[in-house]
Structure formats: C-alpha cells, structure tokens
C-alpha cells in the first residue's frame, strides 16, 4: 500500500533517488524545468497523500480542495513558504495516525532552512560586491568601448572596510552573511527584527537598533526577512527616505518585502547609491520593467540558492520531509503550523 505523491517539478536527482529507493512512494513527476500548469497541477493532485512542490506553486484553499482529504503531507523544496496559505494547511484535519478515528490535526508541512544557508549568504555577498563596485556596469563598458582610458573616479564605488552593515530580520542567513562580511573590515553590524535575537546577534556581534536608525545608520542594508503580512512592502519610501545617498540596498529574501516603485524612484533620484535584488515582484521581471533601465540597480533571477550541492541537498531534505510525514514520523525540517 504504497503512497501516492505528486511531485511538481524536475526534482535534482539526489532527492530523486531518495524517493525511488524508499519503496513506500508511488510518485509522479512533472518532468520539466517550467512549471505544471495550474489546470494541470490541480488535476493530478486529485486523490494524493503527498506534494512535494516548489516556491512557484500556490498552495492555497483551491489546491487542498483539489486534491482532497487524503492529503497528509505538503513538502516544499524552499526555505521560503510564503507560497503555501498557512491558514488553510491548519484548517484541514486530517485522521489521526493513532487513533484513526478523531479528527485532530492539520496537514503537515516540511521545508528546506539551514541546507541552504551557506549558498545564500554566498550569493549575498557577491550580489552586495557587485552592486557596489559597480561590476555588471564594469564589464560592460570594458566589453563595448566606454574604456578609454584610466580615470580617476571613474566607476568608483562604495568600500565594505569600515562601513555599517544592516541586517533587516535576523536569522541563520543573517548570522550567515556577517560572518563572510566581517573579515572586509566591517566597522559595525546592526539590525532589527520584531524582538531582540541576542543568541544571534551575539554571534556576530550585532547591535539592535529600531528600523529608523538601520535606515540612517546602514551604508550596505540587507533584506533577510521572511515574507509575511508584516513584511510585506516594508522596504518603502520612508524607509528610502531615511537611507544614506551613498548607502546599498540588498534584497535576497522575497520581492514582496520591497515596494519597487519607491525603490525605482530612490535609485532614479539618487536618494541611495544602487540596489542588488535576487528577488523581484513579479519573478520573472518583465525585461521591459523600468528597474532594468537603471545602471545603479543589478538584478539577478532568484539564484542565492542554486549550486550543485545546496539544490541537490534541498532536494534530499524535502524527499526525507515527504517520508517521514507520510509514515507520521517526525520530520527533519517540519513547519510548526
Ligand atoms: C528560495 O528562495 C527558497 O525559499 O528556498
Ligand atoms: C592602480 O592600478 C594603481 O596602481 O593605483
């Protein structure tokens, strides 16, 4: 009596092999790099017992329906979940495993953090390297004759060695992303979060302080929050506002934390020096978007996580997730709902 499970993307193949050898899953695959259409999506989901899914995929009230009440498990290859209606996962109860009987809890739900820490806060680093030395701008001026000569302030930049680093919500990517950028000399870590993290912060030496003082205060900030009602659009006017004119603003957690029109207009005005985003509202930008006009403003396609080891282990965290919560055993990486 195996278990049925719709898998909705062209999984890495070390989290593949974990699902062909446990034996205990029957699983389809959508097998391509794009992602199942929606209409699809809902049709195959008919009658599963587990999701194994992607941050494209909307897990919301039209695909629990969808998929019906045997679904026990959701199990997402990300650590973002802003992509999954939390509310709706708590609201389905399922039968309990014990007792077989009462109704008591709602679908489980594992997630990926931590195996993807260090590929992140890699990419944060160069993106925030990148933006403020001006490199994507440097290579192609090398590349199509604006180099005549050399010049003295020419495509002169922002320097990390004695600089103010923000950190907006500090987590393990925060904590991540300090200590690589510690040894460029860093002069000061600060950051804010709804509370005070001082088991954190105290690894990286970091001072809380309140959002209007990371906005004043930071010459490089860096967005590592989560994407919640809270969060959403906090990076604003107001914020922009109050940031430095030479000061770099660094986005790899979710598009949906910034409000882009107020970015596009402190980067067009000079209110700030220059942005790097690996996330956009919508993913993908369109290429017509008016973010890609500006020289000071680089802009990635949602890659923090993408080496070979960090994709690959994801895949194996949500393959064991998947198990697990289908045998109703504690999962690795599970999402307190
Ligand atoms: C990537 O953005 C993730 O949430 O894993
Ligand atoms: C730069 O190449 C210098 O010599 O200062």
């Known amino acids: 009596d195996s278990a049925r499970v719709y898998v909705t993307r062209k999984v890495p193949p070390d989290g593949l092999e974990v699902l062909r050898k446990s034996g205990r899953v029957q699983f389809e695959l959508w097998d391509t790099d794009d992602p199942v259409p929606r209409a699809e999506l809902l049709k195959k989901v008919r009658g599963v017992d587990g999701l194994l899914c992607v941050l494209t995929e909307k897990v919301d009230a039209e695909l629990l329906d969808a998929a019906g009440p045997g679904l026990k498990v959701v199990s997402t290859m990300s650590v973002g979940y802003d992509h999954l209606s939390l509310e709706e996962l708590k609201k389905r109860s399922l039968e309990c495993v014990y007792c077989h009987f009462h109704l008591c809890r709602g679908i489980r739900v594992g997630y990926t953090p931590d195996v993807l820490t260090d590929a992140v806060a890699e990419l944060t680093v160069a993106l925030l390297l990148c933006t403020s030395r001006r490199l994507v701008e440097a290579t192609h001026e090398a590349k199509t004759g604006g180099w005549g000569t050399w010049r003295t302030l020419w495509l002169c930049g922002y320097e990390l060695a004695n600089s103010t680093v923000g950190i907006l919500g500090l987590g393990r990517i925060g904590v991540a992303i300090a200590e690589r950028l510690k040894p460029f000399k860093v002069k000061k870590f600060i950051y804010t979060d709804v509370a005070p993290r001082p088991e954190l912060a105290n690894m ?59 970015l596009y207009e402190a980067l067009a005005t000079g209110q700030i020096a220059g942005a790097g985003l690996d996330v956009t509202t919508p993913e993908p930008l369109p290429t017509s978007h008016p973010l890609f006009t500006l020289k000071n403003c680089v802009i990635l396609p949602h890659i923090a996580s993408a080496s070979y080891t960090t ?20 999962m690795e990486k599970e999402l307190k709902l």
Request: hydrophobic share 40%.
């Open 204 to 262: 990286i030496n970091a001072e809380y302080v309140s959002m209007d003082e990371l906005a004043q205060q930071s010459d490089f900030l860096t967005i590592c929050c989560a994407l919640t009602p809270e969060t959403q659009g906090i990076c604003n006017k107001n914020l922009f506002s109050k940031m430095k004119e030479t000061s770099i603003f660094i986005n790899t957690s979710r598009g949906g934390v910034v409000n882009q029109d107020d």
């Open 311 to 330: 994709r690959n282990a994801m895949s194996v965290l949500a393959a064991n997730n998947l198990l697990a919560g289908l045998r109703g055993e504690p």
